[in-house]
Structure formats: structure tokens, C-alpha cells
């Protein structure tokens, strides 16, 4: 038995279909994919599946759907993706941190930091130090105009921020991302120094608790949940193959 897992990005969830992969056909695929939408499927969606060396096939018809059904895989991922749509421009404006000029699609304006701005893929790693606003236009700009020139003081002392503008913003951002990073990883370090010294250091998991590891990470990738959720699941059922750990989970967690 086959197991097809639905990505649609545009909800940021994913679906196991309850049914054999084997068994279903395109028609099924579509009205799979819009019982989860809960509308029918627009002109911009499509089906797509990716391997994993990246590359995209189209999945359209039901020759193509049965091609994907040869494939040695027992969880077969189909994402439905939507056509992307016109390239935005923010004009005369460059990314705080990888220099990209100028800054397209989506652009982030820190509430706290003077004058960062921040291209999609580069607001991920600020987002944990302070809040961002989000533009997805370029006219929308000069709404924040007042705000910044009325409460940018007022919100860099309430958050306490020390970075401010000048050509060393980007080395104070990752100054800070990597003092957080030391404080963790020293303090673990540390734990685990006493750990040893009190005898109390955790020897290698053994061949099965290894394999119920193994077994749960794959697990919370194919639901996408947290690995915690079905640790307790996977040893209740370690007798099971990881087969039939899929097939029972996606009646309990799906």
C-alpha cells in the first residue's frame, strides 16, 4: 500500500488521503485537493510533484499520475502550487543583510531598527529579534513614513534596542543572533559537564530506542507535527513496521 501526502502551501497544511495511492485517479486527485480548499480548483493551481534531486513535474492527467505510481517510495508527496505571479520592485531600496537591490516581492521594514530593510527570505532570522511590517507594495511605503518619524523613538527605548543606524547594523544584528546562540549552546555545554561529573551523563541510545526515534522523526515530518506528538504513539505500537505505523496514524492524526 501506497500513502499520497498533499501539500498546499497557500494553507501552510498538509493532507494524508486515507485511501491507497495506488487506487486513486486524477479526477479523485482534484476533487481530493478541493474538498481540503473547500472550493473548486482556479486556472492558477496546479499539481506538481518534486524529487529529490528538485526538479518539478507537472502532474495533469492520469498518465502522469500513474508514472508517479511506479516510483519506489511508500509516502509520495504531490504539493499543489499556485502560477507564480508578476514580479513586484520596491525601488531604491537594498536588503540590510544580503545587499539584494532592489528588494522584490515581499519587503520588511523593522518596527525597531532604523532604516533595515529586509528582503523575504532574510526577515526569517530578524523576526526573532523584533517585529517587522510587511509590504507588498511599493506605494504602500509612505503610510509608515509618520509612524517612524513620530514612534521610532518611542519604541527603541521601550524595547531596549542598541541597534541603530550605521554601516555596522549588519554585524550588530549578527552579533546578537550569536550571542543568543552561545548563551544556549554554553549553557547546555555546561549541564552537560556537571551531568558526567555526577554520573548522570545519558549513555547512546540503544538499536530500539534508536529505531523509535527514527521511526517518530519520520512520522512528524509526514504529518509535519511535532515529534513529541507521536513519540508516545510509536512506542505503543514498536512492533508495528513503519508501514503500518502510517496507516494507524493517519486514522488518529490526519
Not at 508578476?86 to 531600496?93: E, I, K, R, S
Not at 534508536?210 to 521511526?215: C, F, G, M, S, T
Not at 511535532?226 to 505505523?245: A, D, I, M, R, W
Amino acid at each position: 500500500m501506497k500513502h499520497l501526502k498533499l501539500s498546499i502551501p497557500c494553507m501552510n497544511q498538509s493532507f494524508l488521503y486515507k485511501g491507497n495511492f495506488l487506487d486513486i485517479n486524477y479526477q479523485e486527485l482534484v476533487q481530493f485537493a478541493e474538498s481540503k480548499l473547500g472550493k473548486k480548483l482556479t486556472p492558477e493551481l496546479y499539481f506538481v510533484y518534486v524529487n529529490i534531486e528538485g526538479d518539478n513535474f507537472v502532474i495533469d492527467n492520469d498518465q502522469k499520475l500513474n508514472n508517479l505510481k511506479k516510483l519506489n517510495s511508500q509516502v509520495l508527496k504531490i504539493v499543489l502550487k499556485e502560477f507564480e505571479r508578476q514580479l513586484v520592485l520596491h525601488p531604491n531600496t537594498i536588503c540590510s543583510v544580503c545587499q539584494q537591490s532592489p528588494i522584490q516581492n515581499i519587503r520588511y521594514k523593522c518596527v525597531v531598527c532604523e532604516d533595515v530593510d529586509l528582503c523575504q527570505h532574510c526577515s526569517i532570522e530578524h523576526s526573532r529579534l523584533h517585529p517587522l511590517i510587511m509590504l507588498s507594495k511599493p506605494e504602500q511605503v509612505q503610510y509608515l513614513e509618520s509612524f517612524f518619524k513620530k514612534h521610532m523613538k518611542k519604541v527603541k527605548n521601550i524595547l531596549n534596542c542598541s541597534i541603530s543606524k550605521s554601516k555596522s547594523t549588519v554585524i550588530a544584528i549578527k552579533d546578537v543572533i550569536m550571542k543568543k546562540k552561545q548563551d544556549y549552546f554554553g549553557n547546555v555545554k555546561l549541564q552537560q559537564d556537571q551531568q558526567i561529573e555526577q554520573g548522570q551523563f545519558r549513555k547512546p541510545p540503544s538499536p530500539e530506542e534508536e529505531d523509535v526515534l527514527n521511526k517518530t522523526l519520520r512520522l512528524s515530518e509526514i504529518f509535519e507535527g511535532q515529534p513529541s506528538t507521536y513519540e508516545k504513539f510509536v512506542k505503543q505500537n514498536k512492533e508495528l513496521t513503519f508501514e503500518e505505523l502510517v496507516e494507524k496514524a493517519s486514522e488518529k492524526f490526519a
